[in-house]
């Protein structure tokens, strides 16, 4: 069986996974340096025991690495996201509705923020990174079931913020 | 409604009596809105190429930098190992020496387990064993000293240069680089030197340097000299007497233009350093000067 030490393996998991491990942290902790040394970290942490860690095997061990690194350590920070304004004949729109859909940003941005983490951080791979359940429970070590009550809790949550129920 | 059909309908697995229920229901506007917001949202950008390269520079050097060690199990092993080795040696040499030594201008008197007495003169050193003592009464010697010995089994001392034998009398031995001289003083002792065995009865003694062998008279019943705080030459080269005034008294001793082949005999004190000088220098009408622990003997002539 090969394992993850070849350099053609390695960097193809590198490519494919650095992305997710940095959005994964930061969904957690709204920290963006610790998320990129986090990425670093459970890396050098793969390479380092690459003889071990089976290629099916290693993206659960990045994650798993990521996510001990601050395990308990650092205190979530606001999470900031940006917008990716689609870019639909905006300029035709009323100012009345410009203004009405910034105000909705920003209870959208309020009420995530307000989320736990761990539902956070789903919904967030979910919409953004477009990770299936079974994936995000891969990452978080749990099931399936799980992620599936996380994501309902999330929107839930999410709706009774920004309606104010 | 099914259990978490909120995350069942973004997956599209709900029925069609479900999702016809829930697009019904208030809440799916408010639901759809969250959905359209939060698909434009964006996650902070992610340098991939940077990441990379900054990969690549911190695995090589934690290549070289990350060796993890137990240093408190490294000391555990060296001090498990250094004790096995103070043990070990320990019993090694409590079976095997037992070393009694001299330094200059100092002298010391042994008593050896079956009470037999050895005075080592100074600068000397004797070993023997001590477990071993009742079945072989062996002695190393280096340097000098004078043996008292109770009577019994076989009593041996060796040196370098030939080993003395005896069953119990008091004999002197001296072995200091090419100079042997055994001094029997009572009893018998047996000499053997090159594979030449010489019988040495009481009230005489051999001496043998350069390899030749020249017999001669002592004292019957007596020590040597040097028990006494003397040191007595017959015919014994002047460096050899020299060397015995530097053991006497721990100093350094020179010469400037003296023939130190000479042959001298006479007597120096041991314990009366000016008056030592006096008796080597005054028969030979040398001068001597004497300045902290360094001696020089000098002919008159020169300055």
């Known amino acids: ?165 | 409604m099914q259990e978490n059909y909120l995350a069942k309908w973004l997956n599209n697995e709900l029925s069609e009596e479900e999702l016809k229920e829930f697009k019904s229901s208030e809440e799916y506007a408010s639901y759809q809105r969250i959905l359209a917001a939060s698909d434009q949202l964006e996650a902070p950008e992610f340098d991939l190429d940077m990441a990379w390269k900054d990969f690549h520079e911190r695995s090589t050097t934690d290549d070289t930098k990350v060796i993890r060690m137990r240093p408190f199990q490294k000391m555990l092993r060296i001090a498990a190992a250094v004790s096995v080795l103070f043990v070990i040696s320990y019993f090694y040499f409590n079976s095997l020496n037992e070393t009694i030594s001299t330094q200059y201008a100092q002298r010391e008197t042994v008593i050896l387990p079956d009470a037999s007495e050895v005075i080592l003169n100074a600068g000397s050193e004797i070993s023997y064993s001590k477990k071993k003592w009742d079945q072989q009464r062996n002695i190393v010697l280096e340097g000098e000293a004078f043996f008292k010995v109770a009577k019994g089994k076989k009593f041996t001392v060796a040196t370098a240069a030939g080993t003395v034998t005896v069953l119990g009398t008091q004999f002197n031995v001296e072995h200091r680089d090419g100079f042997f001289e055994v001094s029997c003083y009572e009893g018998l002792v047996s000499v053997s030197y090159n594979e030449v065995e010489t019988q040495l009865p009481a009230g005489s003694s051999i001496v043998i340097f350069n390899g030749t062998i020249v017999e001669d008279e002592v004292a019957k019943n007596q020590s040597p000299s040097w028990v006494n705080d003397e040191s007595s030459f017959k015919s014994i080269p002047f460096k050899f007497v020299l060397n015995e005034l530097e053991r006497q008294y721990d100093i350094e001793v020179s010469t400037q233009g003296i023939d130190t082949v000479q042959l001298f005999t006479g007597t120096f004190s041991n314990t009366n350093l000016n008056l030592a000088l006096e008796s080597i220098s005054a028969p030979y009408q040398i001068k001597v000067k004497l300045k902290g622990n360094q001696v020089l003997f000098y002919a008159e002539e020169t300055p």
């Open chain 1, 1 to 165: 069986m090969d394992n993850v030490c070849e350099e053609a393996v390695f960097s193809n998991l590198f490519r494919t996974h650095s992305k997710t491990v940095y959005n994964y942290i930061y969904y957690k902790f709204g920290n963006q340096e610790k998320a990129y040394d986090a990425v670093q970290e459970a890396f050098v942490k793969l390479w380092e025991n690459c003889a071990k860690v089976s290629p099916d095997k290693a993206k659960s061990y990045v994650y798993t690495v990521a996510n001990n690194l601050y395990l308990n350590v650092i205190k979530a920070e606001k999470v900031r996201l940006k917008y990716a304004g689609r870019q639909k004949n905006t300029s035709y729109e009323s100012p009345e509705f410009l203004m009405e859909e910034k105000e909705y940003k920003e209870k959208l941005d309020r009420a995530l923020d307000s989320l736990p983490e761990n539902q956070r951080t789903t919904f967030l791979l979910n919409r953004i990174d477009g990770k299936k359940y079974a994936e995000i429970a891969e990452m978080e070590g749990v099931s399936v079931k799980a992620i599936e009550k996380r994501m309902h809790l999330a929107l839930k949550a999410l709706r009774a913020q920004i309606d104010g129920i």
